[in-house]
């Protein structure tokens, strides 16, 4: 079973843009993280959030988690071409060992 | 470091012959992870080991599945037999897990497209 749902499931936006994704958990967590997956290939990781902070940053990635709405976005600033892949949270649930990921958003970079 | 490594890369098979994927997760890693990804189902766990050993398997689908870590540098997921439905894309991952939640993130291999006919 999935744990987080990503919103939307698709966004396309012009080059330079920001894109805003949004994922919403059911369980309390430990941590919860972003992994991006360009087509044909294994997802890669880009940020830990863990329950205790409230947001972070890393180069042009913003995330944020809400705990008490069981909420996480990410936001990635000036939008390139090779941003373009699916984003996808996954938390930890009950077991700091057991991750489990959302469904995905499909980003689409318009040049 | 190599990355997380699986073989092949595709397969693809007959209705009821035994698949065998394969998977070399990174050193030093003590957990590691199978996953299954469809259109339709997305990204679903089948089953994970820290330190070689099965800590869940809820996520197998059925008895025609099974996985084995013999040591800490190997890992294989068979079907036996395999199915139409298994047609999907397999992912091997691994990652450090310490005490309590000091975990870190995950290292996905490239995968294996499996394609039964």
């Known amino acids: 079973s999935q744990q987080g749902e990503e919103d939307p499931q698709a966004l396309s936006i012009q080059e330079g843009e920001n894109a805003t994704m949004n994922c919403s958990y059911k369980?309390?967590?430990?941590?919860l993280q972003w992994y991006r997956q360009n087509s044909g290939r294994g997802l890669v990781h880009l940020i830990l959030?863990?329950?205790?902070?409230r947001e972070k940053h890393s180069g042009r990635l913003r995330v944020t988690l809400d705990t008490s709405k069981k909420s996480s976005s990410l936001l990635i600033t000036a939008s390139r071409a090779a941003d373009t892949a699916s984003y996808f949270c996954?938390?930890?649930?009950?077991?700091?060992?057991?991750?489990?990921f959302g469904s995905g958003t499909r980003l689409s970079i318009r040049p | 470091d190599a990355g997380v490594i699986q073989s092949p890369r595709h397969e693809v098979t007959e209705m009821g012959q035994e698949v065998t994927l394969r998977c070399k997760p990174i050193?030093?890693?003590?957990?590691l992870f199978w996953y299954r990804q469809t259109m339709m189902r997305g990204l679903e766990l089948l089953i994970y080991?820290?330190?070689?050993?099965?800590?869940?398997d809820s996520g197998m689908p059925e008895d025609r599945f099974s996985a084995k870590m013999p040591n800490a540098s190997f890992s294989t997921l068979k079907i036996q037999p395999s199915e139409p439905r298994d047609s999907a894309v397999y992912f091997c991952?691994?990652?450090?897990?310490?005490?309590?939640?000091?975990?870190?993130?995950?290292?996905f291999g490239n995968g294996t497209r499996l394609t039964v006919t």
């Open positions: 369980t309390s967590i430990n941590n």
């Open positions: 080991f820290n330190n070689n050993v099965p800590i869940d």
């Open positions: 959030i863990r329950s205790n902070e």
């Open positions: 991952a691994s990652s450090y897990s310490g005490t309590g939640t000091n975990n870190s993130p995950l290292h």
């Open positions: 050193s030093g890693h003590n957990s």
């Open positions: 996954a938390t930890d649930g009950s077991s700091a060992s057991k991750i489990i």
